[in-house]
T-cell receptor, first 115, second 111 residues
């Protein structure tokens, strides 16, 4: 049973560039959430996708956008990169119809460095 | 006020001792509470969840919830060096889809 998979694992970009991160949820899961984790901090919620729609958004600027595909996989796009966007980006999946739909299962993350 | 607050640590305990981690949250309507373990350079891994007041035990881990005091704790009994990690407290606020995380408590178990 494949868990949550993310790609790439590491990425180096320069300020002003754009980046796309990808995520495939755990088998049987239909909801994907994205989190940003800065060094020494807890994960911060970016947004959640369900049924190919953005269901909820955290306190992140419009430079952060996403998409969910019919197969439940998801992309996170960040435009006009800033130095402060350097962080570990985590994808988490869950099954909305389950009794414990709040339980998140995380992928291994994408470490983004902006120079 | 932060939604979820944890003692930042680090918390150093000898092998075999009990490690006690604390977490407070601000949204009184929160219903679901989680503890994640995160090894250095890795992603968070769910180790405990609790929904009702009281204690919940799973192996060497015990989660304790007191909704009146808006307080969640995690006890690690018979601590092992492999328990050395950062422990993240997460809360599902009322009527919300996200999890709010604390900054984490780093635990070091001394052999």
């Amino acid at each position: 049973d494949a868990g949550v998979t993310q790609s790439p694992t590491h990425l180096i970009k320069t300020r002003g560039q754009q980046v796309t991160l990808r995520c495939s949820p755990k088998s049987g899961h239909d909801t994907v959430s994205w989190y940003q984790q800065a060094l020494g901090q807890g994960p911060q919620f970016i947004f959640q996708y369900y049924e190919e729609e953005e269901r909820q958004r955290g306190n992140f600027p419009d430079r952060f956008s996403g998409h969910q595909f019919p197969n439940y996989s998801s992309e996170l796009n960040v435009n006009a990169l800033l130095l402060g966007d350097s962080a570990l980006y985590l994808c988490a999946s869950s099954f909305i119809g389950g009794l414990e739909s709040e339980k998140l299962f995380f992928g291994s993350g994408t470490q983004l460095s902006v120079l | 006020q932060k939604e979820v607050e944890q003692n930042s640590g680090p918390l150093s305990v000898p092998e075999g001792a009990i490690a006690s981690l604390n977490c407070t949250y601000s949204d009184r309507g929160s219903q679901s509470f989680f503890w994640y373990r995160q090894y250095s350079g890795k992603s968070p891994e769910l180790i405990m969840f609790i929904y009702s007041n009281g204690d919940k035990e799973d192996g060497r881990f015990t989660a304790q919830l007191n909704k009146a005091s808006q307080y969640v704790s995690l006890l690690i009994r018979d601590s092992q060096p492999s328990d050395s990690a950062t422990y993240l407290c997460a809360v599902n606020p009322f009527n919300d889809y996200k999890l709010s995380f604390g900054a984490g408590t780093t635990v070091t178990v001394r052999a």
